[in-house]
Structures are given as C-alpha cells and as structure tokens.
C-alpha cells in the first residue's frame, strides 16, 4: 500500500470549468511535490512544500494553482485548462525537501482537458 | 537544463531473458535512481545509488553508478511478467529537485 492517495483517479473536465485534486498522505512526511506526467516526456516536477509552505514554483502557468493546508494534505485546483494539460498528474512526498531522492508517489489523477 | 538520456525508449523480450537499460547526462550528478511504474500506479523507488562506481542489487534487479557521475544502468535477469512496466532513471539536480529520464517500456511475452 503506497502511503500517498490521490482523488480522483480520472478527471474529465472541459476548458471552462473548475476542478480540484486532491493528495493525502500518511507517512508523516513534512514535504509534498506536484508532478505532470504526459506520454513520451519526463516527469515534470511542479510544486513542492514544505511545512505547508511553497517552497517551489516550476514556471508553471497561473490556472494551476496549488493549496497546501497541512503537512498531510495538497491540493491542485485548476481553472481554465487547455488540451495541453491533458496528462497524469502524480503527488508524492518525502520526510523533507532535501531527502527528494526518498520519494513516495501517489497512484495520480489522470486529466482530460476537452 | 539538466537532463538524462534514456535508452532504449522500449524493449520487447521473451520470459526469461536478460534485460539492460542506460540513463547518460552531460552534468555530473551525485546520486542515481531507478524507478518503476506499473500500469495506473505512480512510480516506485527500486534501487537509489550515491557513490561512483557502486553497484548495487535488489532481488534480479542491479544497478550501478557510473564511474564518471554521468551515467548509470539497470540490468533485470530472467525476467518475469511481473516485470512489465515502465523504467525511470532519475537524479537529484540544481536545489535538490527530481530530474528524470524519459522512461524505458518494457514489454515480455510469455
């Protein structure tokens, strides 16, 4: 059992719309990262907290917007996606920031983007 | 940026054969690790390398850090069906952040 949960599984949301993933985990860990995954490229790391402070902003675009509002739970809320953000998007946590390279990763959300 | 190069982008095998996967970079890294990924699951960590030269094994999975900081592979032996998936190599770059490489999809026909 992975330790990190993410819901949904699988999002299907049009361009206009508003929607929320969620990530939880029960490892006591103190930091949480964002990933996108989209077929045939690298993982992307997004976001990571720490202490539920944003320690981290990839360059990603504004209708991503993360919520940190403890060490256990991370939020992604997006807004006004485009097809192109249409990918896996995996959370996953470690004791702290500098132990990245002990990652645990959640099962992620897959996103449609119509 | 820094980046790593994985190699092959995928592999069909028989059951039972041997398999070997490279992750190469142009920057020199301290640490290597490889990754799976099954099928709607995130990726978990199989084998995390932090000193040149070492070679390290988990059950037929082996691994080693290449003596240059700038390369490293995953070898699988006799592998089963249960080894189907997906393979990442991955590295801690600038301000510890996860790089990863593309992944190498391994495919094994019974």
């Known amino acids: 059992e992975t330790g990190v949960t993410q819901t949904p599984r699988h999002l299907v949301m049009g361009m206009t719309n508003k929607k929320s993933l969620k990530c939880e985990q029960h490892l006591g860990h103190n930091a949480m990262y964002w990933y996108k995954q989209s077929a045939k490229k690298p993982l992307e790391l997004m976001f990571v907290?720490?202490?539920?402070?944003?320690?981290e902003n990839n360059s990603v675009p504004s209708r991503f917007s993360p919520e940190c509002p403890n060490s256990s739970h991370l939020f992604l809320h997006l807004h006004t996606l485009q097809p192109e953000d249409s990918a896996l998007y995996l959370c996953?946590?470690?004791?702290?920031?500098?132990?990245?390279?002990?990652?645990?990763f959640g099962p992620g959300t897959r996103l449609t983007v119509l | 940026g820094q980046q790593l190069n994985q190699s092959p982008q995928s592999m069909f095998i028989q059951e039972g054969e041997d398999v070997s996967m490279n992750c190469t970079s142009s920057?020199?890294?301290?640490?290597w690790l490889w990754y799976k990924q099954d099928p709607g699951e995130g990726p978990v960590l199989l084998i995390a390398l932090y000193k040149a030269g070492e070679l390290t094994s988990n059950g037929r999975l082996t691994a080693q850090f290449g003596i240059t900081r700038k390369d490293s592979f995953l070898n699988i032996s006799a592998s089963i069906p249960s080894d189907v998936g997906i393979y990442f190599c991955?590295?801690?770059?600038?301000?510890?952040?996860?790089?990863f490489g593309q992944g190498t999809r391994l495919t094994i026909n019974p």
């Open positions: 920057s020199i890294f301290n640490t």
């Open positions: 996953a946590s470690s004791q702290d920031p500098a132990a990245a390279d002990t990652q645990y």
């Open positions: 907290y720490s202490l539920e402070e944003r320690v």
């Open positions: 991955a590295s801690l770059g600038g301000a510890q952040k996860l790089v």
